[in-house]
T-cell receptor, first 115, second 113 residues
Framework: GENVEQHPSTLSVQEGDSAVIKCTYS??????FPWYKQELGKRPQLIID?????GEKKDQRIAVTLNKTAKHFSLHITETQPEDSAVYFC??????????????FGKGTHLIIQP | DAMVIQNPRYQVTQFGKPVTLSCSQT?????MYWYQQKSSQAPKLLFH???????NEADTPDNFQSRRPNTSFCFLDIRSPGLGDAAMYLC????????????FGDGTRLSIL
């Protein structure tokens, strides 16, 4: 089955600086890679996702890059703000014509934005 | 408006006493998933339904069962909860086709006395 490794487990950055979280996956067949933000006691919320036919995707201050050859993908947050503080999870799965397997999550990164 | 609704938000049960958690969706999605998330850990997939087809993860304990009586509703039954089953249980839905994300509910936090 799929295995997703995520680093670092904790990341502390100064407000306004950039944050980068990295993930690797094991199953070369995986073709969908979402990132979720989870605040304490709340649901995971999708912040950005990328499909295997795309190398990079941006949405305002958030970007994700994917290297299929190396089987790794990264989340980049620029101009960090206090409200970015949360736990971020990367995930991977295979979406095929016949259905959708569940997500395999990384262990999470606790992002702390220092004022 | 909440599109994936889980009830109750908090559930307390006794050791060994069966408990049922519920999930409903207004998105008309084909796929419904149940994840278990223990404190400070990542969500872990228990099983999912694609329409009426049930897909169990290999390492999901037999103690956990699920029912999906119709498109909108899905239930998680824990037949004999142990202390190790205390966790947040998250329901998610997706269309199940390429390029469609999963949407999560707020979860039910289960405590075992």
């Amino acid at each position: 089955g799929e295995n997703v490794e995520q680093h670092p487990s904790t990341l502390s950055v100064q407000e306004g600086d950039s944050a980068v979280i990295k993930c690797t996956y094991s199953d070369s067949a995986s073709n969908y890679f979402p990132w979720y933000k989870q605040e304490l006691g709340k649901r995971p919320q999708l912040i950005i996702d990328i499909r295997s036919n795309v190398g990079e995707k941006k949405d305002q201050r958030i970007a994700v890059t994917l290297n299929k050859t190396a089987k790794h993908f990264s989340l980049h947050i620029t101009e960090t703000q206090p409200e970015d503080s949360a736990v971020y999870f990367c995930a991977a799965t295979l979406y095929s014509g016949g259905g959708a397997d569940g997500l395999t999550f990384g262990k999470g990164t606790h992002l702390i934005i220092q004022p | 408006d909440a599109m994936v609704i889980q009830n109750p938000r908090y559930q307390v049960t006794q050791f060994g006493k069966p408990v049922t958690l519920s999930c409903s969706q207004t998105l008309n999605h084909n796929v419904m998933y149940w994840y278990q998330q223990k404190s400070s850990q990542a969500p872990k997939l228990l099983f999912h339904y694609y329409d009426k087809d049930f897909n169990n993860e290999a390492d999901t304990p037999d103690n956990f069962q699920s029912r999906r009586p119709n498109t909108s509703f899905c239930f998680l039954d824990i037949r004999s909860p142990g202390l190790g089953d205390a966790a947040m249980y998250l329901c998610a839905t997706s269309r199940g086709t390429v390029n469609q994300p999963q949407h999560f509910g707020d979860g039910t936090r289960l405590s075992i006395l």
